[in-house]
């Protein structure tokens, strides 16, 4: 079946605009997770969506980043007035509830000017 | 705080090669521990490590888990221009959180 998708695959932007990113998880996935991989860095765990319930916003960096999950499935994190310090790899995974194993999708890449 | 380590943070080998990728981790309530091979942007599911000693294999690659030293090695034999990648080693606590390494960069070179 289809893995995860994201959309768009890059993203330029201007220091100040928002921007929205899209995640499609696997059918079948109850959790899906948000994470930032900067340069050279390990990858940074965002947010965490599972079924209806609230979502673990923990690793949200500021309140300029916010996201949610419509219908359990389609998910859009979207950063706010962004900045240069925001450019960086954003990804999604998916995974069935309560299993471990994560899947990724391609990412998207965000470059903020 | 959850901490997991990989090491060397990157490496060069030549074709046919055999190579060790080392991830050492200090975390509380560990359920598993995962590999990823992150070529461009998406990293791709290796391996998923439960128990101690039990070697997971799949092809040229193969890994194995310390439970008791808090470390997992993957091998990597007769490495092919492909095998070039950062590799990711995460380790998973409690429900879902994944804490994941820096990476290693593997380049293999004809």
Redesign the interface.
Known sequence: GAGVSQSPSNKVTEKGKDVELRCDPISGHT?L?W?RQSL????E?LI?F?GNSAPDKSGLPSDRFSAERTGGSVSTLTIQRTQQEDSA?Y?CAS?LQ?A????????T?LLVL | EDK?VQSPLSLVVHEGDTVTLNCSYEVTNF??L?W?KQE??????LF?LTSSGIEKKSGRLSSILDKKELFSILNITATQTGDSAVY?C?V?AG?????????TKLSVIP
């Open positions: 959790a997770y994470y050279g860095q390990g990858l765990f965490y599972q790899v990804l995974s309560g471990q194993t994560q899947y990724f999708g391609p990412g890449r | 997991v359920r598993s995962l990823y461009k942007k998406a990293p791709t599911f998923m990711l995460a998973g429900s879902y959180q994944l804490t994941f390494g820096k990476g």
